[in-house]
């Protein structure tokens, strides 16, 4: 990464992997005349690593960083993640040690870690991963980050489960991504058959690193294909956590999702629905007479998801649920009741 000092541009080891092999001594000899103290947020970087003496230390030098580039607001507690995280501990086990001295590879290993923070990478990129319906996925940019309201598909689908006529009910999860709905839909059932599917083999090797990480490998299957594409099954249940995001509003996307998360992920043509469009003209060929659908959708397209439903599967029953902040979050379509 390279950042700028008053003497100009200087490049700044942004990751643990650069660090490794410098001392914190040698960095600092390098890099000494490359700041000017005060000019830059990173030059609090520089402290961190050619001074630090305490965990607390470090951890004022790297709010400082974090926040000067991101705001305050979570600054601290990112800070304290990201350490607890180098020094493979609890967060509470950390606050406990805040007097306690920081190792020089500890110090430079956090350093990096925070210098890509404060350059607007996601957290959960850094650290590699991200809690989701209470299992622990590992994340890189190779997926979306799971988001908390995509919880609200997973708990929908686990009460239609119960209203499905036979005991084994088949669950497909298109979009995958990390495998986060359809991991979870596997850990909370007994009794169903998981597909998972994405047009994404990369998002695809993530979802199965996870299925293995949480020993459901041998409950879900793994689908590479554009959404319904070669899943011959009468499908029960279908969730789906497509991309939603209108092309024109990515421009003003935060700049952690605009630039780390995948495109692919994100975007849906002109009105955000181009992909959800597409899963509900092909939906009706793939579902059981009565079986659900539960996708998520952002919070101003309700209404036009409703249309289109109404439009393209008139047998069918549409509700828009809200999720905890009372916006509209999920699409249910049930078959056989429209
Ligand atoms: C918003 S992410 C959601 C990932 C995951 N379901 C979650 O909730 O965290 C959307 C996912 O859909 C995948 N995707 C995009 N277009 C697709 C398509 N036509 N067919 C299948 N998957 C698609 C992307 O690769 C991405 O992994």
Redesign the pocket.
């Known amino acids: 990464m390279n950042v700028w000092s008053q003497n100009g541009w200087v490049r700044i080891l942004t990751d643990a992997r650069d660090l490794s092999g410098f001392s914190r001594t040698s960095f600092a000899q390098n890099h000494e005349r490359s700041f000017s103290k005060n000019a830059n947020p990173l030059y609090n970087l520089h402290v961190l690593i050619t001074s630090p003496e305490t965990i607390q230390e470090v951890l004022v030098s790297a709010v400082r960083a974090i926040g000067a580039r991101n705001g305050y607001a979570s600054a601290r507690l990112e800070a304290e993640i990201l350490l607890a995280h180098t020094l493979n501990i609890s967060r509470a086990l950390l606050l406990a040690r805040l007097g306690d001295a920081i190792a020089d590879k500890d110090a430079a290993q956090f350093a990096g870690m925070v210098a890509r923070r404060a350059q607007g990478e996601p957290l959960a990129y850094i650290v590699g991963h991200q809690e989701?319906y209470g299992l622990d996925f590992y994340v890189d940019r190779r997926?979306?980050?799971?988001?908390h309201e995509?919880e609200h598909?997973v708990e929908s689908a686990l009460l239609a489960i119960k209203k499905i006529p036979h005991p084994e009910p088949i669950i497909v999860?298109?979009?995958?991504?990390?495998?986060?709905?359809?991991l979870a839909l596997a850990r909370n059932t007994s009794r169903t058959k998981i597909i998972a599917?994405?047009?994404?083999p990369?998002?695809l090797a993530v979802a199965q690193l996870n299925a293995a990480r949480l020993h459901l490998a041998e409950r879900v299957e793994f689908c590479n294909?554009?959404?319904l594409?070669g899943i011959a099954t009468p499908i029960d249940i279908l969730?789906?956590?497509?991309?939603?995001i209108p092309l024109e509003r990515v421009e003003r996307l935060p700049r952690e999702i605009r630039h780390y998360e995948?495109r692919?992920?994100?975007v849906?043509g002109l009105d955000g629905l181009s992909?959800i469009r597409?899963?509900l003209k092909q939906a009706e060929a793939h579902m059981a007479r009565a079986g659900f659908i539960f996708m998520?959708i952002s919070e101003e397209q309700g209404a036009a998801a409703r249309d289109l439903v109404n439009v393209l599967l008139p047998r069918a029953r549409v509700e828009i649920h809200r999720d905890l902040e009372g916006l509209d979050r999920v699409v249910e379509i049930e078959f056989g009741r429209g």
């Open positions: 989701f997926v979306l980050i799971p988001r995509t598909v999860d298109v979009g995958t991504g990390s495998g986060a709905i359809a599917t994405d047009i994404s990369d998002a294909a554009d959404l594409d969730t789906a956590n497509l991309p939603y995948p692919l992920a994100l849906a992909v597409r899963l998520e």
